[in-house]
T-cell receptor
């Protein structure tokens, strides 16, 4: 079975500092996609960053970057220069055969 | 439209009542998905459409759940004889049907069954 695990229910970080959110997954597929989504209280899932499994280079989007370790099946999200607007639930997800498999989420708290 | 639109935003139903949740995807998006998100959890897949064809409904929890997309655009998720365990946020997402592009989500419908 394909699974996605987020082991940190909650993380907090001081504004302007860096935080890393963890995600591990399990799949027997060789080709898949990984995503980090942000869900603020408005409930809308917002795509933060995506990674194609066959690409070794880690994806980067402005202050957001990933550490993708395919052999270890690890996909962590690093947020640099944390801002108050980054506060939200963050979900790791894996796309396999058009279904998204989701982790349980990590609540990110930004301390001013 | 500019985004995925879902209505109603909130729905309170008495146990046993039927409900219908609407999703209006981005114009031109071929694929449409429904997810169920229980409180404090990640979403779980319910069903998937490619145009008007329902290609996968394996995630629907019971035969009380039914989804349709008759003209390949707007979709409706119907829940018959609602039960308390149906209380959740129902999220709709769409994309151009290319895996890996990511999906655009609506703001969901929060269903509370009392």
């Amino acid at each position: 079975a394909q699974t996605v695990t987020q082991s940190q229910p909650e993380m907090s970080v001081q504004e302007a500092e860096t935080v890393t959110l963890s995600c591990t997954y399990d799949t027997s597929e060789s080709d898949y996609y990984l995503f980090w989504y942000k869900q603020p209280p408005s409930r809308q899932m917002i795509l933060v960053i995506r990674q194609e499994a066959y690409k070794q280079q880690n994806a980067t989007e402005n202050r957001f970057s990933v550490n993708f370790q395919k052999a270890a099946k690890s996909f962590s999200l690093k947020i640099s220069d944390s801002q108050l607007g980054d506060a939200a639930m963050y979900f790791c997800a894996m796309d396999s055969n058009y279904q998204l498999i989701w982790g349980a989420g990590t609540k990110l708290i930004i301390k001013p | 439209g500019a985004g995925v639109s879902q209505s109603p935003r909130y729905k309170v139903a008495k146990r046993g009542q039927d409900v219908a949740l609407r999703c209006d995807p981005i114009s031109g998006h071929v694929s449409l998905f429904w997810y169920q998100q229980a409180l404090g959890q990640g979403p779980e897949f319910l069903t998937y459409f490619q145009n008007e064809a329902q290609l996968d409904k394996s995630g629907l929890p019971s035969d009380r759940f039914f989804a349709e997309r008759p003209e390949g655009s707007v979709s409706t998720l119907k829940i018959q004889r609602t039960q308390q365990e149906d209380s959740a946020v129902y999220l709709c997402a769409s994309n151009f049907d290319r895996a890996g592009d990511g999906y655009t989500f609506g703001s969901g419908t929060r269903l509370t069954v009392v």
